[in-house]
Structure formats: structure tokens, C-alpha cells
DNA sequence: CCGTCGGTGTTACCGGGGGTAACCCCCCGG
DNA sequence: CCGGGGGGTTACCCCCGGTAACACCGACGG
């Protein structure tokens, strides 16, 4: 309707993500409009504004992200090899291309005020992918919506923060860390065995072994 | 050493977190020296450039909020209780003064590249906290390292996105939002009953409620 | 053939942000 | 009397996002 086939925004498009893939966002307008070899008005023609310009193009690269996690979701396994799926498709993407995904979770913080600013757009489509997918699949008794929401934002926001300092310092191949996050999803946590309680106050503090089940 | 007792620069500082704590980060210098009643100049001779000042305005705040974590860290309850406690100190943290959690928790984007950026240096130090708590109080067996650095970013990545759609949305009073987290870190999410499978799928996929323990 | 319209492009500018150079002034100790 | 060092200022630089005004060119209609 508006545009079919705008080839000339996909030119401006493709010159941003060179640049930004080369000096990660908060690259400047000027600096883009050069890589397009041409002056910053005609961006401003095409895009209004700067956020216009990028959330072209997050979107452009969210919808890849979205669907190979949506597809995960949806993948008829049993529910802990999904999890680890949907964990490891994540991983994947961000491993594979780092700065633009770096582009859809780390976005200009910019915006005047308001809290709530955790997760970017493309993490919040995630997270709300997980709420419906919880909501769908598994049975949380009364409290489900509540659950379901909170449980979307947390995993999100608990798998980008671990895939962040992941990409980061490599400490593990990718299949590991998965395991590790599925682990902590799956209460490992919570079951493990105390340590020798090394507290240097008196012995009141005798924990035993709890089992996840409340 | 350097400054017993710097009273200039703790009225700056005063002054800078009125103008943060009403225009939240983001807030300019030149606002920042007005509001102290000054102008620019003073504020570099103190601070050096932006981001000394809101480094010492962060660790001004930083303290209380990790000695609160810490302690509740150490507090000798049984292992469910404690973590209520590690999320319940942070939840209300967040809820008493927002503007200036935001601060710690969402900071300038500003620095030029490297990944890694998904926790603030403040919550970076939670995480840690985490990290040291978990080995040392949990049997983790050979991949303690692994696992325990892990989830202290995980943990804290999952209490920052949660606790910001919370602080936004309010959905419900903070005991339950505890809850909620300290559930999905029992493995509640992985332990519930799965419900009755409306995929548009042929009937191959029945799924059988499936116990937490790999 | 001419007009005008839409898309592409430019230069030049504005306001405001971080950051700095140079200068000022006043008080305090020698 | 002098000097020097904090607290303070004006004025400036550069860059950034964003915009106004103008220029060019090809297409389409009278």
C-alpha cells in the first residue's frame, strides 16, 4: 500500500547496518548518511527522525529473532528440550552477529523518563512470546496470568543479562550454558545440596536438602 | 587519604541527585550546575568529566542497596526463605525511591562498543554478591564455577527486567511478585502440569507431566 | 514546447549537549 | 605588601540531532 518495494530505503538501510555493525549503535546520522554517500536531510526525508531510522531497522532483524524463538516455542518436544531449544536459538543468534543483536537488546536509553526500560522492543515481543507460550502450555492454576507475564519478562531479562556476559567472556561452549540456564530454570538451584555452612555464627543454621515441590 | 570530609563535593552531589532524582539520568550538566547554583567549570574540576559524577553519585547509592542485598545474603533461614528475602530487599529498594534505582540500574549507553553492557556496574556488583553466596553456600558439584558465575548474572538479569515491568505495571503487591520469582526459581515452571495440548497439530504430540529431576 | 510536480540532493543553519581555556576575585599566610 | 590557591565566571569549541531553503532532473499533461 504505502510502499511496495522501496528500493531506495533499503539502500539507506543496508548502508545503517554497515556502519553500525561497525561501530555498534549510537552511530551518528552524519556518520551514516556518509556510508549512503549522501547528506543527512534525505535520511530525515525517508525515516522522520533518528529512533525512526532504527526502529526500521530492528525490525528489520527482529523479525528473524522473533520467529526462530516463536517456532521453538512451538516445537512439539518434551518441555525441558524446548526450553533448552528456545535457549539455544537465542544463544545462537546473538553468537552469530553480536553487534546487530546488540542493536535489539541494548537500545538508546535516551527516552525522557518513565521506568520499565529493561528490556528493548525486540526482547519485550520476546518476552511476551514466552507469556503466551507459558499460557498455552502449561497449567499455573489461578495465578496464571500474573505468572505467565512475570515469568516472560524474568526468563527474558534473566537470558539476556547470562547471554551477555556469555558473548562476552566465552566461558563455556554454548551447549553448556544452556544447560546451565535450563538447569536454574529447572530448580537445580533450589534442590542442590547446602555446603558445610563455613558461617562464622553459631550452629543454629542446620539446612536440609528441599525438594522443589513446595 | 585524599579528602577527609569534602563538603563542596557532597553538596554537588546533593544537587545532582535533586535534578536526577526529578529528571531522571539524562539529566545535562548544565542542569545539574544550575540546580547547584553554579555553573559547568565547577562541576568537571570536581568530577572530571559526566561520568565521574554519576559514577560517585552511583556509589553513593550503590552502598545501601549492596549491603542490603549482602546482608540478606547471609541471613541464616532456610535456603527459599533467604532468596525471598535477597528479592524482597531488592524489590522494595527499587519501589522506595525509582528515579534513583533507574540510575543504577539502566545506564548511559554511551560507551562505544563491546558487548557485555546488560548489567549496570551497581547490579554487576548484585550479581557478584550472588555469585560468591551461591558458592559458597550451595553444592554445586565439579561446575560450581561455571554454574555459580552464571546465575548470579542470570538471577540478576531476571530480577532486573521482572522487577521493571513490575515497577511499571504494578500488577500486584510486592510479596506476591517474591512469589512469583521464587517459584520460577523453584522450578515451578518446570515441574507444572502441562495443559491439554490445543495444538492444531496431528495427536502425536502427547506430552506426560514430566518430574523436575533430569 | 512549456509548465509543473515529485523525488533526489545540497548547503547552511539552529539549539543544545559535553568539555575546556582563560580569566577573575578574594582571602589567607609569609 | 605580595603571592597563591580554591571557588567562580564568560566565552568558546566541536559534535549531534534536526530543519529550512534552495537546486536539479525526469516525467507527465496541456
Redesign the pocket.
Known amino acids: 500500500m504505502t510502499a511496495l518495494e522501496e528500493p531506495?530505503r533499503e539502500q539507506l538501510l543496508n548502508a545503517a547496518d554497515r556502519v553500525v555493525s561497525r561501530e555498534g549503535p549510537g552511530a551518528?546520522?552524519?556518520?551514516i548518511a556518509a556510508e549512503a554517500?549522501?547528506?543527512?536531510?534525505?535520511l530525515?526525508?525517508h525515516f522522520g527522525?533518528?529512533?525512526g531510522l532504527f526502529q526500521a531497522l530492528t525490525e528489520r532483524h527482529t523479525s528473524g529473532l522473533l520467529a526462530a524463538v516463536r517456532s521453538a516455542l512451538a516445537e512439539p518436544l518434551e518441555r525441558r528440550e524446548r526450553v533448552e531449544l528456545v535457549l539455544d536459538t537465542y544463544l545462537a543468534g546473538i553468537e552469530a552477529r553480536p553487534q546487530v543483536y546488540r542493536l535489539l537488546t541494548h537500545p538508546e536509553t535516551g527516552d525522557p523518563d518513565g521506568v520499565g526500560n529493561a528490556l528493548a522492543p525486540a526482547l519485550r515481543q520476546i518476552a511476551d512470546e514466552i507469556t503466551r507460550a507459558v499460557t498455552a502450555q502449561v497449567d499455573l492454576g489461578p495465578d496464571a496470568p500474573l505468572l505467565s507475564e512475570a515469568w516472560g519478562r524474568a526468563i527474558t531479562g534473566m537470558v539476556l543479562a547470562a547471554g551477555d556476559w556469555w558473548l562476552e567472556a566465552k566461558p563455556c561452549p554454548r551447549a553448556r550454558m544452556v544447560q546451565a540456564l535450563a538447569d536454574l530454570l529447572w530448580g537445580r538451584l533450589a534442590a542442590a545440596a547446602p555446603l558445610p555452612t563455613p558461617l562464622p555464627n553459631g550452629g543454629a543454621g542446620s539446612e536440609t536438602a528441599v525438594p522443589a515441590a513446595e
Do not use: F, V
Not at 551518528?28 to 556518520?31: I, L
Not at 554517500?37 to 534525505?42: D, R
Open positions: 531506495r551518528s546520522m552524519n556518520a554517500g549522501i547528506t543527512k536531510p534525505i530525515y526525508r527522525d533518528r529512533s
